[in-house]
């Protein structure tokens, strides 16, 4: 079975915003060439013969739209080497706003880029240089008109919630109204958490900051569902909100447990290998991962076969975060009936729930409470079914 969605991990940065823990090279001058030949040589050694067609291709970084409008073309054009992508197929790039001019944003819409995330945060200008992020919050606005002028319709801003005091007197209403007022088709979030290795980390350890308490966590995070359903879009993922044909296709297939590609450094893969599901990743420093592809091998750093545990969980853990929820079984009715009547989800009867055994029917879909708690109740259910 051949994947249909494509990851390309992009890794330059200008610098490190102080909650990060991804795969990163922070650079001030991008190696685009060296990066577009080492992706080149990956994307042959690993998908020359496959004929593969593509539904969706997204660009995630790192901060993709550092390649510039010739770079990300190109990274395009490398791409369709060896895959075609289908009529309609989603093509996402990640961009940060002091990247996006009106000229970058018809060459990316020239290049077949329909739907940009585009890296916005927080519209107060205090927190966004505490974060350590490059733009202020004008050229976020800016960068979201410009895309719109180039045609680009399918907008998604990111913003973080749950900020440590230290970060100022952001409201995180504000910052909300602001978003909608922008009448984006998509808003997707990200509620802080401090990493041990990152910036905040180490200044966590010395004791710089604290972490936002919990409560506040909650009432950010309920806040955000009031805010967005309420200007017509849909919390379709724990942490997404969308209008209704502006759902994420590409995250769509991770949460469905698709096979998908992933190329970059750091990258993962879903392959489906006989009945074996398989992930692998690659090497998550840049360095070595063009070097090795400059030696003309396979920058796999790791694999693992998903045994019979690892797919229940992961069946649990992603039909738990999705609006659609997960097919019940018939002796987990009892616990689940606990769990409505704690306000954390429904019960809904759906004729053929994909999953589920023909005489059950019955679909779980967790109210913003029951995310807050999402992890519990997947352990919970987890833990039922492995038995
Ligand atoms: S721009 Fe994104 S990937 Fe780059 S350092 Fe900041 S948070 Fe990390």
């Given at each position: 079975m051949q994947p249909r969605h494509m990851y390309v991990h992009?890794?330059?940065?200008?610098r490190r915003c102080t909650y990060c823990d991804f795969a990163i090279a922070v650079r001030r001058v991008v190696p685009v060439e060296e990066y577009l030949t080492a992706l080149d040589t990956e994307l042959r050694l690993r998908w020359?013969?496959?004929?593969l067609a593509l539904d969706t291709l997204y660009l995630g970084g790192?901060?993709?739209?550092?390649?510039?409008a010739d770079g990300v073309a190109r990274a395009i054009d490398v791409v369709r080497r060896v895959a075609t992508l289908a009529a309609g197929a989603e093509l996402t790039i990640e961009a940060n706003?002091?990247?996006?001019t009106a000229d970058v944003a018809r060459r990316w819409r020239d290049a077949g880029v329909n739907r940009v995330s585009l890296g916005?945060?927080?519209?107060?200008d205090g927190a966004l240089t505490w974060m350590h992020r490059v733009h202020d919050a004008a050229r976020a606005e800016r960068a979201v008109g410009e895309l719109r002028d180039a045609g680009i319709e399918n907008l998604s801003i990111d913003l973080i919630f749950a900020?440590?005091?230290?970060?100022?007197?952001?409201?995180w209403e504000r910052d909300l109204e602001r978003a909608v007022a922008l009448e984006p088709p998509h808003v997707s979030l990200y509620g802080l958490t401090v990493e041990a290795h990152t910036p905040l980390g180490k200044a966590l350890a010395v004791g710089g900051i604290t972490e936002a308490p919990e409560d506040r966590y909650e009432r950010d995070f309920l806040a955000a569902h009031e805010v967005m359903t309420a200007a017509g879009?849909?919390?379709?993922?724990v942490s997404n909100f969308g209008r209704p044909a502006m759902h994420s296709r590409h995250n769509g297939a991770y949460w469905r447990s698709v096979p998908y590609a992933g190329v970059g450094p750091g990258a993962h893969e879903l392959r489906v290998d006989g009945d074996r599901m398989v992930r692998r990743w690659n090497d998550d420093a840049y360095a070595r991962w063009a070097g090795t592809l400059r030696a003309?091998?396979?920058?796999?750093a790791g694999d693992e076969t998903l045994t019979a545990e690892n797919r229940i969980a992961e069946q649990v853990y992603l039909g738990l975060r999705t609006a659609g929820g997960l097919a019940i079984r018939a002796e987990e009715r009892e616990k689940v009936r606990g769990w409505v009547d704690a306000g954390w989800g429904v019960l809904a009867e759906v004729a053929?729930?994909?999953?589920?055994?023909?005489?059950a029917g019955l679909v779980f879909r967790p109210t913003p409470l029951g995310w807050l708690r999402l992890d519990a109740l997947a352990a919970d259910l987890t833990a039922l079914r492995s038995r």
């Amino acid at each position: 079975m051949q994947p249909r969605h494509m990851y390309v991990h992009v890794p330059f940065c200008a610098r490190r915003c102080t909650y990060c823990d991804f795969a990163i090279a922070v650079r001030r001058v991008v190696p685009v060439e060296e990066y577009l030949t080492a992706l080149d040589t990956e994307l042959r050694l690993r998908w020359a013969d496959a004929g593969l067609a593509l539904d969706t291709l997204y660009l995630g970084g790192g901060t993709p739209s550092r390649l510039g409008a010739d770079g990300v073309a190109r990274a395009i054009d490398v791409v369709r080497r060896v895959a075609t992508l289908a009529a309609g197929a989603e093509l996402t790039i990640e961009a940060n706003p002091e990247d996006v001019t009106a000229d970058v944003a018809r060459r990316w819409r020239d290049a077949g880029v329909n739907r940009v995330s585009l890296g916005v945060q927080s519209f107060d200008d205090g927190a966004l240089t505490w974060m350590h992020r490059v733009h202020d919050a004008a050229r976020a606005e800016r960068a979201v008109g410009e895309l719109r002028d180039a045609g680009i319709e399918n907008l998604s801003i990111d913003l973080i919630f749950a900020l440590p005091e230290e970060a100022g007197p952001r409201s995180w209403e504000r910052d909300l109204e602001r978003a909608v007022a922008l009448e984006p088709p998509h808003v997707s979030l990200y509620g802080l958490t401090v990493e041990a290795h990152t910036p905040l980390g180490k200044a966590l350890a010395v004791g710089g900051i604290t972490e936002a308490p919990e409560d506040r966590y909650e009432r950010d995070f309920l806040a955000a569902h009031e805010v967005m359903t309420a200007a017509g879009l849909e919390h379709y993922e724990v942490s997404n909100f969308g209008r209704p044909a502006m759902h994420s296709r590409h995250n769509g297939a991770y949460w469905r447990s698709v096979p998908y590609a992933g190329v970059g450094p750091g990258a993962h893969e879903l392959r489906v290998d006989g009945d074996r599901m398989v992930r692998r990743w690659n090497d998550d420093a840049y360095a070595r991962w063009a070097g090795t592809l400059r030696a003309g091998r396979d920058p796999i750093a790791g694999d693992e076969t998903l045994t019979a545990e690892n797919r229940i969980a992961e069946q649990v853990y992603l039909g738990l975060r999705t609006a659609g929820g997960l097919a019940i079984r018939a002796e987990e009715r009892e616990k689940v009936r606990g769990w409505v009547d704690a306000g954390w989800g429904v019960l809904a009867e759906v004729a053929g729930a994909p999953g589920a055994p023909p005489e059950a029917g019955l679909v779980f879909r967790p109210t913003p409470l029951g995310w807050l708690r999402l992890d519990a109740l997947a352990a919970d259910l987890t833990a039922l079914r492995s038995r």
